[in-house]
């Protein structure tokens, strides 16, 4: 009876040994990358509490741009060597740029338990929260002929009374420093959504290092005015692909 107690107690010492010696003690993980998308380019990080062997509970800050479908860029072709920025290239008929500041939480669930013999781990995440909606004017260098055949570049924004030149190829001698409009910016509400895969590279290690391919979708309450002559829209949906490096404890 003894030598059976004896053996059950060696089993069960056995089997915590190995259950130990296979899932990853990492509860914590802190990622931070960058990717692009099917209108633009991403960076964020992300927060991932492994409460379960397959599942995480998800914070997400992102810093997204995005770009209109039909932006066309176009070479400068008057050949006007005095600009203020010396950019040549331009976008025709850009109003506004958009960029996108997404807070939100979400979880992700692991196809199978992580452990520390595998050298990849698939899950699927979905995430969602708040979108902050930033328009930063466009500015172009304008031409303005003088009376003496000399002319004089400006750097302006889109108006009414200037609207002839800056929808006129021949009046824009390219875009203005980027630096530009970003003390003029207008915040727009909204919300977002993603779902992903998501490709962990070595789940067990203390680096982590990820790969996510997935689709987002961006809404806000008001339309975006982007582009002059195209329709403004409330909705992005982009598909994006998206690197992590991080920590995990």
């Known amino acids: 009876m003894k030598f059976i107690l004896y053996l059950f107690c060696l089993l069960g010492a056995f089997s915590t040994f190995a259950q130990n010696d296979n899932s990853p003690n990492h509860q914590h993980e802190v990622v931070l990358g960058g990717g692009i998308h099917s209108r633009g380019y991403m960076l964020g990080g992300t927060y991932s509490h492994f409460y379960q062997p397959k599942r995480a509970l998800l914070g997400q800050a992102q810093f997204a741009y995005i770009k209109h479908p039909k932006e066309r860029v176009m070479d400068n072709d ?16 850009k109003q506004n740029s958009l960029y996108s500041l997404r807070l939100g939480a979400g979880q992700r669930f ?12 698939l899950a699927w995440s979905y995430s969602a929260g708040l979108n902050l909606g930033l328009l930063k004017p466009y500015y172009l260098d304008l031409i303005y002929r003088t009376s003496n055949d000399g002319v004089i570049i400006r750097s302006e924004t889109y ?8 929808l006129d190829p ?4 390219g875009a203005s420093s980027s630096s530009m ?8 509400t909204g919300l977002y959504f993603q779902g992903s895969l998501y490709f962990d590279f070595g789940p067990s290690d203390e680096v982590a290092k990820a790969l996510e391919i997935g689709l987002s979708a961006d809404y806000f309450f008001q339309e975006m005015p982007i582009m002059l002559e195209q329709p403004d ?14 920590k995990r404890w």
């Open 78 to 93: 008057n050949n006007i060597s005095i600009s203020n920025s010396g950019q040549s290239r331009y976008t025709f008929g």
């Open 170 to 173: 021949l009046d824009i001698n």
């Open 233 to 246: 829209e409330r909705l992005f949906v982009n598909i994006f692909i998206h690197f992590y490096l991080g």
């Open 181 to 188: 409009g970003w003390d003029e910016l207008q915040g727009r």
């Open 110 to 121: 692991f196809l199978s338990p992580r452990t520390r013999k595998q050298n990849l781990a």
């Open 159 to 166: 108006s009414e009374d200037n609207r002839y030149k800056f």
